[in-house]
T-cell receptor
Framework: DGGITQSPKYLFRKEGQNVTLSCEQN?????MYWYRQDPGQGLRLIYY???????QKGDIAEGYSVSREKKESFPLTVTSAQKNPTAFYLC????????????FGPGTRLTVT | AQSVTQPDIHITVSEGASLELRCNYS??????LFWYVQSPGQGLQLLLK??????LVQGIKGFEAEFKRSQSSFNLRKPSVHWSDAAEYFC?????????????FGKGTLLTVNP
């Protein structure tokens, strides 16, 4: 089945540690996105990549980093510089640059204590 | 900058009743418009989309939405709600002709369905 995989579903870390969230897609989509979701805030764009080896900051990129070495993979690292990292993180993809229709993974809930 | 407003944070309806969820956007050009649904702890599922043409669009699960340019609105409707429709609904807007191809999401409307 084609789709987007995010792992793990739940992730727990101690404050001060970096943590990497996985996002893999087998849809052969060119573009991938990372969003953060907090209660009552909707979705906020962290980073996006429209092609391999290229990515752009979204609206709330501070304290996060990404890489796009392969078309299928777009990992997100939450660094210790992120002030409030506890949130629900969603990965999405779209078929090509210029396509607004995005498909979402199941999400990863990160809790930092 | 474009923005999306979903005026209702929480709506409660009885099973079998009709439903309308409101979405307003602010942007001068014709946008690309989407409605997504999210069950608790899950990702978002695309319900329907509007790019151009007929302003009344049909989606999955019996939902429809109507684009009204004069009101900058894209309201989601369903004639008879089922208990399984209880979820959070998000409206999203993309700028046509833009270079960054990002979506802007509303803050969502939580739907509760009473038996």
């Amino acid at each position: 089945d084609g789709g987007i995989t995010q792992s793990p579903k739940y992730l727990f870390r101690k404050e001060g540690q970096n943590v990497t969230l996985s996002c893999e897609q087998n849809l052969n989509h060119d573009a991938m996105y990372w969003y953060r979701q907090d209660p009552g805030q909707g979705l906020r764009l962290i980073y996006y990549s429209q092609i391999v080896n290229d990515f752009q900051k979204g609206d709330i990129a501070e304290g996060y980093s990404v890489s796009r070495e392969k078309k299928e993979s777009f990992p997100l690292t939450v660094t210790s510089a992120q002030k409030n990292p506890t949130a629900f993180y969603l990965c999405a993809s779209s078929i090509k640059r210029g396509s607004y229709e995005q498909y979402f993974g199941p999400g990863t809930r990160l809790t930092v204590t | 900058a474009q923005s999306v407003t979903q005026p209702d944070i929480h709506i409660t309806v009885s099973e079998g009743a009709s439903l309308e969820l409101r979405c307003n956007y602010s942007y001068g050009a014709t946008p690309y418009l989407f409605w997504y649904v999210q069950s608790p702890g899950q990702g978002l599922q695309l319900l329907l989309k509007y790019f151009s043409g007929d302003t009344l669009v049909q989606g999955i699960k019996g939902f429809e939405a109507e684009f009204k340019r004069s009101q900058s609105s894209f309201n989601l409707r369903k004639p008879s709600v089922h208990w399984s429709d209880a979820a959070e609904y998000f409206c999203a807007v993309g700028i046509s002709g833009g270079s960054n191809y990002k979506l802007t999401f509303g803050k969502g409307t939580l739907l509760t369905v009473n038996p």
